[in-house]
């Protein structure tokens, strides 16, 4: 089992940049696929990025498309945030999933396929 815990968000303004990390403590972080995740006030929660288990995949919802980046270490992941807009402000969220060896190199959008989450960090962007 893993936790993760969230931190970096804050207010900035349109236009700015923001960092995000996630820090994996307990069972080592290298054996699982990550992802991250925003839920906006009155909103389902919905998919920002995902990168692979190997690191060597990364997928990114069309909403970001570059303007994020997601990378990782063996006990952090990050999530640098580029160019934010007003319509990026929500809360973000960290997600685990152990994955086996054979596995390293898929990559997971959907809430309902990750096993562990960070508490969230807030993100707000103002125009």
């Known amino acids: 089992q893993v936790q993760l815990v969230e931190s970096g968000g804050g207010w900035v303004q349109a236009g700015g940049s923001l960092r995000l990390s996630c820090a994996a403590s307990?069972?080592?972080?290298?054996?699982?696929?990550m992802g991250w995740f925003r839920q906006a006030l009155g909103k389902e929660r919905e998919f920002v990025a995902a990168?692979?288990?190997?690191?060597?995949r990364t997928y990114f919802a069309d909403s970001v498309k570059g303007r994020f980046t997601i990378s990782r270490d063996n006990a952090m992941g990050y999530l640098q945030m580029n160019s934010l807009k007003p319509e990026d402000t929500a809360v973000y969220y960290c997600?685990?999933?152990?994955?086996?060896?054979?596995?390293?190199?898929?990559?997971?959008?959907?809430?309902?396929?990750?096993?562990?989450w960070g508490q969230g960090t807030q993100v707000t962007v103002s125009s």
């Open positions: 307990g069972r080592t972080f290298s054996i699982y696929a």
């Open positions: 990168i692979s288990r190997s690191a060597g």
């Open positions: 997600a685990g999933k152990e994955i086996g060896y054979a596995s390293r190199n898929y990559l997971y959008t959907g809430t309902t396929a990750y096993d562990y």
